[in-house]
């Protein structure tokens, strides 16, 4: 099978930026988690390189494209973000620049932002960084005067962002959803600790009573 080329300036995509010399990074075509190889289908380049990567057998259009030095995709799906990414993190792209439209950049900047990804060619506005957990203080590069524990609303946005990724990444269900509860599991009895606490002074006094 073949399928048509296109250039990556007309379509949404993320790149390495420019960064210190002595900083590892790689821009081969085909240097991908091996997880993501079992994850897609797959059509190579003349030279045997992954290139496409597509959810089925079905779709005309792949998910997201391998171009190396970049890589692109038509939409701006959430999983195909998340596996975007994690290619980018696997070779060293730990400063990024994402072109595209609003939804795309958008996308990848509260993905990469969450992940601990620099990003360029984005603005976000404050509901993007409340998704990725970012105060302002982070974005502008000032100096946070206190600490601030994540509410439980960001701690549910934070874990169903981190199951798209699981999801993308591992193939098993059985694999995945042990690895999504136990992600919940380790945050459960934060989200509930003040009526883990309350509950616990209640059998305290309860114990108490009945001693007299």
């Known amino acids: 099978m073949t399928a048509a ?8 995509r993320i790149s390495p930026r420019t960064t210190e010399p002595r900083e590892r ?22 030279q045997g390189r992954p290139e496409r990567y597509y959810r089925d057998h079905k779709t005309a259009d792949p998910a997201f494209r391998d171009h190396g030095r970049a890589l692109s995709s038509p939409q701006a799906y959430p999983d195909s973000v998340a596996a975007m990414l994690r290619i980018a993190q696997h070779r060293g792209w730990a400063r990024i620049k994402v072109a595209g439209d609003d939804a795309f950049r958008r996308e990848v900047w509260v993905q990469a932002r969450t992940l601990g990804l620099e990003v360029a060619g984005y603005k976000p506005t404050e509901r993007d960084r409340q998704a990725a957990n970012v105060r302002p203080e982070q974005n502008t590069g000032g100096r946070a005067s206190r600490e601030k524990e994540p509410s ?16 993308t990444l591992i193939a098993d269900p059985a694999a ?15 989200a509930d600790r003040p009526h883990n606490v309350a509950t616990k002074k209640q059998h305290e006094r309860a114990e108490r009573r009945r001693d007299r």
């Open 25 to 46: 990074r790689s821009l081969d075509k085909g240097d991908v988690p091996a997880p993501l190889l079992d994850r897609y289908l797959i059509e190579r380049d003349r």
């Open 5 to 12: 080329r296109s250039s990556t300036s007309s379509t949404n």
């Open 176 to 190: 995945q959803a042990r690895l999504i509860q136990r992600a919940w599991s380790r945050v459960q009895p934060e």
């Open 152 to 167: 439980r609303d960001d701690v549910k946005r934070r874990l169903k962002m981190a199951a798209v990724v699981v999801r």
